[in-house]
């Protein structure tokens, strides 16, 4: 039969296959949003600090929020979906970034907590080292992703 009278959904079929995805490609594509929504929480908390403005903190404080609740979906998808289990270099590879990765969620989980249990009652002091443990949850979700990506 000539290609352009067979169905749309066939000529579809015929050429990209079943669309089939994997839970690694999904952890591919979902990990966009935890790194996006936690980076840009931490310039609004700045934000906040320089302007002084509660709409600052508001958003800043949202977006961290989901950008935690993202991170479990992307660190669960990554463990229960990581293809890498033998001892080549990639699945060594693969460790150290699930580690990182463990290390990486279970501070932006212990800042969540802590913002949520403190919010609008942290003095200077406690504001400081609230900034100074979110600056050290940027580097490692920053060391996590680059892992990530050079994995294979
Ligand atoms: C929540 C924390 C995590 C973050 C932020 C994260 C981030 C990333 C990033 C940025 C990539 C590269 C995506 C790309 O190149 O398209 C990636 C890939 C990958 N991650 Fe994660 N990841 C996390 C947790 C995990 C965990 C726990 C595992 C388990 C071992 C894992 C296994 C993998 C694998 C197997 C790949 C694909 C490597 C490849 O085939 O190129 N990830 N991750």
Same mark, same amino acid.
């Given at each position: ?32 949003f935890p790194i996006g929504l936690l980076l840009a ?25 989901? *950008? ?9 998808? *990554? ?74």
């Amino acid at each position: 039969m000539p290609f352009l009278l067979v169905s749309p959904l066939h000529q579809f079929l015929e050429l990209f296959g079943t669309p089939q995805w994997s839970l690694i490609e999904f952890h591919q594509a979902s990990t966009h949003f935890p790194i996006g929504l936690l980076l840009a929480a931490a310039l609004f908390d700045f934000g906040a600090i320089v302007s002084r403005k509660k709409v600052w903190n508001d958003v800043g404080f949202w977006m961290q929020m989901l *950008g935690t609740l993202a991170l479990l979906v992307t660190l669960a998808a *990554g463990y229960f979906g990581n293809p890498y289990t033998s001892n080549s270099d990639i699945s060594q590879r693969a460790t150290w970034h699930r580690n990182f990765a463990f290390a990486t969620t279970a501070i932006f989980l212990a800042l969540a907590t802590w913002r949520v249990k403190r919010q609008g009652k942290l003095n200077r002091m406690e504001t400081g080292l609230y900034a100074f443990v979110t600056l050290v949850a940027v580097a490692t979700i920053s060391v996590t992703g680059w892992i990530g990506a050079h994995i294979e």
